[in-house]
């Protein structure tokens, strides 16, 4: 007798793995390293940034005050005392009618409180004129106008992008504090399976699958390794499983999780005493995702199907492995887009379209990827998103407002909403 399974909502099958993700741990790197990975510790300013008052332009450093009065009829003249470049800093205060010709980024002189830029100013033999008063602070870039020392800036849990490196950098943080990242296993199980480089032979295809996923990890920096692929045969299949389990951080299958003769994911998850937290979720592609635990290692049964099986990965592995390393933005961000086609296809579930969103003179347009059944492997090769289309009797329309997830994204957001 066929196995009937009970299909979960999404947003609940989602919550039910993110319940199960332990913290991966953290570990100390260069900050060379540091791109794309997970902040374990806040960044907090060490001290003020500029760290002392500087000026914003190319120009001459005066004392307000002796501006006063000036107009085009009668320009005030300033004794130029010395230059200041960038690095350096004015050997004395300066006096009436006094000033420093300071260049962008260098450190104001003692009793200086305003810049004149250079285009405001006529040379004279000795200094310039100028022709307008200046505010006490006019043209000062302040000290800590920027972060305050003791200010915590980033939180802990924020991907590092090369802005955050930035900040890291300007606080001396040669070594920065981040989330380890877990070891992922890859094994691509069917009995159909080729391997890339093989000639096709009647009744196989080639693995997709296997090279997709390890393109998926390494778009999220992910390590992993890699099993290969396996016939359809229990023994040696558990055996595998067995031993990634114990080699990596979680495990990835494809192919297998589904009520046919030769699906044995089901077999092998009861075998080794894995808890199965869902083995059917109300969407398409991949309705039969299933997703399992054991000693508080994740396993992703994903379709053998490249459309589910890619959808399963972005929806279900990637917010967990985020999560695992304490990201708290593990979720694709979502946006609205208005429909570019129609999609008529009545949906019992909620169904995922691989598909390009663009803006344009109309807003932000989203057209299917094309062909787009779960087996289909060309519209995964396109597109940028994918659109979501809630269960329902009705089709859609060209037109109607959608969601879309946006895939890829460097930065996710913080809740699951759909
Ligand atoms: P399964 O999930 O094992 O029932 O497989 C569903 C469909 O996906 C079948 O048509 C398989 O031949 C195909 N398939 C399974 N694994 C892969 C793979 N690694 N690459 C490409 N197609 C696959
Ligand atoms: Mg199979």
Redesign the pocket.
């Known amino acids: 007798m066929v196995e009937m399974r009970k299909p979960i909502r999404i947003a609940e099958a989602v919550k039910r793995v993110m319940n199960e993700v332990v913290s991966i741990g953290t570990e100390v790197i260069d900050l060379e390293d540091a791109y794309g990975r997970v902040l374990a510790e806040p960044i907090i300013a060490k001290h003020d940034v500029p760290p002392f008052d500087r000026s914003p332009y190319d120009g001459f450093a005066i004392r307000a005050i002796d501006s006063a009065g000036a107009t085009g009829d009668s320009r005030i003249a300033f004794n130029v005392v010395g230059e200041i470049g960038a690095g350096f800093v004015g050997e004395r205060p300066i006096g009436e009618k006094e000033a420093y010709r300071i260049m962008t980024g260098a450190q104001m002189p003692d009793n200086a409180d305003a810049v004149v830029m250079l285009e405001q100013t006529v040379e004279t033999a000795t200094g310039f004129t100028l022709r307008k008063p200046f505010e006490p602070g006019e043209n000062i870039s302040y000290q800590g106008e920027d972060c305050k020392k003791g200010e915590q800036l980033i939180e802990a849990g924020t991907l590092i992008h090369p802005g955050t490196i930035a900040l890291l950098a300007t606080f001396g943080y040669a070594q920065v504090k981040v989330a380890r990242r877990p070891i992922a296993g890859i094994l691509?199980?069917?009995t159909?399976?080729l391997d890339v480089s093989d000639a096709l032979v009647p009744g196989k295809?080639?693995?997709?699958?296997?090279p997709m996923i390890r393109a998926q990890l390494d778009r999220m920096g992910i390590a992993y390794r890699s099993y290969g692929?396996a016939a359809d045969e229990l023994d040696h299949c558990t055996t595998v499983v067995k031993k990634a389990l114990e080699e990596t951080d979680f495990l990835i299958t494809?192919?297998?999780?589904?009520v046919?003769d030769y699906?044995y994911l089901p077999a092998i998850y009861e075998r080794l005493g894995a808890k199965v937290l869902f083995n059917k979720v109300a969407m398409r592609p991949g309705s039969?995702t299933t997703v399992a635990i054991l000693n508080g290692k994740l396993l992703f049964g994903l379709?053998?199907?490249?459309s589910a099986?890619f959808t399963g990965f972005e929806l279900f592995t990637r917010p967990a492995i985020l999560q695992m390393m304490g990201d708290t933005t593990p979720y694709m961000p979502r946006m609205a887009a208005t429909l570019g086609e129609d999609f008529t296809k009545p949906n019992p579930f909620t169904r995922f379209i691989r598909a390009t969103w663009e803006f344009t003179p109309n807003g932000v347009v989203a057209v299917p990827a094309g062909f787009n059944k779960s087996?289909a492997?060309s519209s995964i090769a396109r597109g940028n998103c994918l659109i979501v289309l809630p269960s329902g009797t009705r089709g859609y329309e060209a037109g109607d407002v959608v969601d879309i997830l946006l895939l890829g994204s460097e930065q996710g957001v913080r809740e699951w909403t759909l």
């Open positions: 691509s199980t069917g159909e399976l295809i080639r693995n997709s699958n296997g692929m494809t192919g297998g999780v589904s046919g699906d039969v379709s053998g199907n490249p099986c087996n492997v």
